[in-house]
């Protein structure tokens, strides 16, 4: 590391996306007095909420924290009208942020970015894109989205099927009229589960091709009423603040002790009044050991299946749509409005595939175990390469021309879920190892965006051209992470989470299952420390780094 220092790139920062991530880093850094510029492959803001545009597509935290909070104003002005917002009010908000703060002049849209390559010598990055544009950064913030990179689609004889192909995350602008077609919807996860009952009513017939059952609670969603609207905003600082330093990063009703403290009459009833107001997937915090104790969480899985039985008629697909085999929430739960009683349809039929598995795409259909199912439309709700794949995608290559994808060949391994040791002055926000996922993923960009701006203060602050992550910190934080993990019974399931969805993905739990609030904690502390566990490089008087 003894190289001459190349004074003046073309930018300070690059940011990848333009998502919630994307738009407030371009805010904050921006702020922090540095040049900033945006890059996005979509034709507009709004990320995740610009491309899964899906009937039925909305948010399950709740809209007064599923939202930044580092403007007053903003969040003063802004007015939710439901508690759960869909997906066009969420895209209108950001939208509004974009316009509001003006960061859409520093985005290029319909530019995604290819390749990013580290020069040790200028330590810089040259970040290239899908157009001819190239630039030259000090530091890239990778903020490119957790669910972002689409699982391939590797269905037998696809290329054969004459009809309609959709997904859920890559849903038309204009719209698509599926009223009077026969539709198949693949995936029955958080997407698949919103789309079919919206589907249903439209479609001549809806076959929902299940090959996993997952759980299913209500979202319980309802308009925010002015009242309420004017109260919270009333409280809005206690309740961020108390959000920071929450588990999920979210306002919750509090636990009711172990599950297994109470008696069966008891839980039920517990379980029964969560179920009616509680809404959304804080079912899963109706006892503080769900997710912790197999006992404990076998109750809750008992009580959703017991609600599946009662809402379905027909014993057969009750059974069907009943998820067997695994711990409730080590899937991501779902939330609904109307999924179960949507199977009470003559108009809706539910393919289990555990049962005649799918055997190939026809050119009128698809072919099961059971025979050919004709088909107009094929709707693909069948998930991502989650918190990895919008970064290893991407040619991302640091020192010694090692890329992110060779150094998470056996896993994601990260410092703090923000920054990869090799890969100096590149951050990667809510990334793995990070709580990310597991809880509210706003809370969290804007957690990680205002300690990678403070890092790179204090980088200025001490001369630094570089900052970067130690192998040693890498390992330790790795080592944390896993441990954490190893407390849950998430850790121990097939599912995204484990990255088990992705052929050849290693496997291990991707977000950091400590909690947001101690997240935090131990990232201030690391700040506060002066940053042990990062190495900043400072050019000598002689321009040259040490
Ligand atoms: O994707 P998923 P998603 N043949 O991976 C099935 C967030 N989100 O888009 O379980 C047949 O959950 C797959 O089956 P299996 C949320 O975090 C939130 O629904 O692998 N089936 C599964 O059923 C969520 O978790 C909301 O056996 C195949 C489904 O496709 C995350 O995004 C709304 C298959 C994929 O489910 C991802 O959700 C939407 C195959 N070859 C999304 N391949 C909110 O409510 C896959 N499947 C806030």
Request: aromatic share 10%.
């Amino acid at each position: 590391m003894s190289a001459p220092v190349d004074p003046a790139p073309d930018y300070d920062v690059v940011v990848v996306g333009a998502g919630f991530a994307g738009l407030y880093a371009l805010y904050a850094l921006r702020a922090e007095g540095l040049s900033v510029v945006g890059f996005e492959s979509g034709s507009d803001v709004g990320g995740t909420w610009f491309w899964n545009r899906y009937p039925g597509a909305r948010c399950d935290t709740e809209s007064l924290d599923y939202s930044y909070s580092f403007d007053k104003d903003l969040q003063q002005d802004w007015t939710w009208s439901e508690r759960y917002a869909t997906q066009p009010e969420i895209l209108r908000y950001l939208n509004h942020v974009a316009d509001r703060f003006a960061l859409r002049p520093l985005i290029r849209f319909h530019t995604e970015v290819t390749s990013a390559v580290y020069d040790e010598d200028s330590a810089t990055w040259t970040v290239g894109t899908s157009t001819a544009d190239t630039v030259r950064a000090r530091y890239v913030v990778m903020a490119a989205g957790v669910l972002s990179s689409l699982k391939e689609l590797d269905f037998p004889g696809l290329e054969r099927f004459r009809g309609t192909r959709l997904h859920t995350a890559r849903w038309p602008h204009e719209g698509v009229d599926l009223s009077g077609q026969r539709v198949a919807v693949i995936g029955t996860g958080s997407s698949g589960v919103q789309l079919v009952p919206r589907l249903a009513p439209q479609t001549a017939h809806l076959h929902v091709l299940q090959r996993t059952a997952n759980f299913s609670v209500p979202a319980r969603n309802r308009p925010v009423l002015p009242e309420e609207a004017a109260r919270e905003k009333a409280g809005y600082d206690e309740r961020r603040a108390e959000i920071r330093v929450s588990r999920a990063g979210m306002k919750e009703i509090p636990a009711e002790g172990s599950a297994l403290d109470h008696d069966a009459a008891e839980r039920t009833r517990i379980f029964e009044w969560r179920w009616a107001y509680g809404g959304g997937p804080t079912f899963l915090r109706t006892f503080t050991d769900l997710a912790l104790d197999e006992q404990a969480n076998a109750t809750a899985a008992d009580f959703v299946r017991a609600k599946i039985r009662e809402t379905v008629a027909d014993p057969e697909t009750a059974d069907s749509l009943s998820p067997k085999g695994f711990p409730i929430g080590t899937k991501r739960l779902c939330v609904d409005t109307d999924y179960y009683a949507t199977f009470n349809r003559p108009d809706v039929t539910l393919v289990d595939l555990r049962k005649t598995p799918l055997v190939e795409f026809t050119e009128n259909g698809i072919r099961t175990t059971a025979g050919e199912i004709e088909l107009d439309a094929v709707v693909f709700a069948t998930g991502f390469d989650a918190l990895t794949g919008a970064i290893t995608r991407i040619d991302v290559r640091g020192r010694g021309g090692e890329t992110v994808a060779e150094h998470w060949a056996d896993g994601p391994r990260t410092m703090l879920g923000v920054a990869v040791a090799g890969f100096p002055n590149l951050f990667t926000v809510t990334g793995p190892g990070s709580p990310s996922v597991l809880g509210n993923v706003v809370a969290s960009i804007e957690q990680h965006v205002e300690w990678i701006v403070d890092c790179l203060r204090h980088a200025r602050e001490v001369g630094a051209v570089s900052v970067e992550a130690t192998r040693e910190a890498e390992e330790d934080w790795s080592r944390q992470a896993a441990e954490a993990a190893a407390q849950t019974l998430m850790a121990r399931n097939a599912s995204w989470y484990t990255g088990a969805n992705i052929p050849g993905k290693a496997r291990q739990l991707l977000p950091y299952a400590g909690g947001v609030g101690r997240f935090r904690e131990i990232c201030d502390d690391v700040a506060a420390r002066g940053y042990p566990g990062f190495h900043f490089t400072v050019p000598t008087p002689t321009g040259h780094q040490a």
